[in-house]
């Protein structure tokens, strides 16, 4: 089955940086784009970034260009976000998420959600 495992997160001050990481398993990675979404308290969900399959493009809302930055490693199943230059505005449960066809049809998978907290 389609697991996903994020790891990273924590309590960073302001200005500071973090590394997350989502581990994938139970789908052939390598042929699927991945995403970073992150939810505020009391706001939706939203999405932060995304990388091809093949890690050669990359997307980015606009309130983390220049900060964030999307990676992925294929031979270890697994995507990255750094993010830098944390700010308050930045505390979030991040997820990472794919959309894995299934019976022809895309289906979403989440992970559990890793809590970033900037504050000083």
């Known amino acids: 089955q389609v697991q996903l495992v994020e790891s990273g997160g924590g309590l960073v001050q302001p200005g500071g940086s973090l590394r997350l990481s989502c581990a994938a398993s139970g789908f052939i990675f390598s042929s699927y784009p991945m995403t970073w979404y992150r939810q505020a308290p009391g706001k939706e969900r939203e999405l932060v970034a995304t990388i091809t399959s093949a890690g050669d493009s990359t997307n980015y809302a606009d309130s983390v260009k220049g900060r964030f930055t999307i990676s992925r490693d294929n031979a270890k199943n697994t995507v990255y976000l750094q993010i830098n230059s944390l700010t308050p505005e930045d505390t979030a449960v991040y997820y990472c998420?794919?959309?894995?066809?299934?019976?022809?049809?895309?289906?979403?998978?989440w992970g559990q959600g890793i809590q970033v907290t900037v504050s000083s």
């Open positions: 998420n794919a959309k894995v066809v299934e019976l022809f049809k895309f289906k979403d998978y």
